[in-house]
């Protein structure tokens, strides 16, 4: 199983910069987001209509990099989680894929609302 965290860093010019922290197996990577405060609100509705549902696809693409997420559901509430942090233009970066349930995505809102609040 895995895990992703959200730590809001600034919100300049109606841009939201966050680390995002993957554990994924016995790897983890951390890296920082860049998204339009549009776009993190169009994407805190997605998920959580995704999240009502429990069916649908939604992926984050960091403005700055090649950085993204993606949340897929299966069946049964089963929802896997993929992407890359650490940008494949560096030396060092994790491509991840995980399987969790539908309370993770839960959680993964709560993080991006936060980071709207701050």
């Known amino acids: ?3 992703i965290t ?3 860093k600034y919100t300049i ?3 939201a910069t966050f680390a995002i922290k993957v554990v994924s197996g016995g790897f983890s990577g951390i890296s920082s987001l860049c998204l339009p405060n549009d776009s993190l609100k169009s994407a805190i509705a997605s998920l959580t209509e ?3 549902k429990l069916s649908g696809t939604y992926e984050i693409n960091d403005t700055d990099s090649n950085d993204f997420i993606l949340f897929e559901f299966m069946k049964y509430g089963h929802l896997k989680v993929s992407g890359q942090v650490g940008g494949g233009h560096r030396p060092q970066y994790l491509v991840y894929e995980f399987r969790t349930d539908q309370t ?3 959680e993964a809102i709560k993080g991006l609302r ?3 609040s701050e």
């Open 104 to 106: 993770f995505l839960n």
């Open 13 to 15: 010019g109606g841009y």
């Open 1 to 3: 199983m895995g895990n």
């Open 50 to 52: 995704m999240y009502d």
């Open 114 to 116: 936060k980071m709207l």
């Open 6 to 8: 959200f730590e809001h």
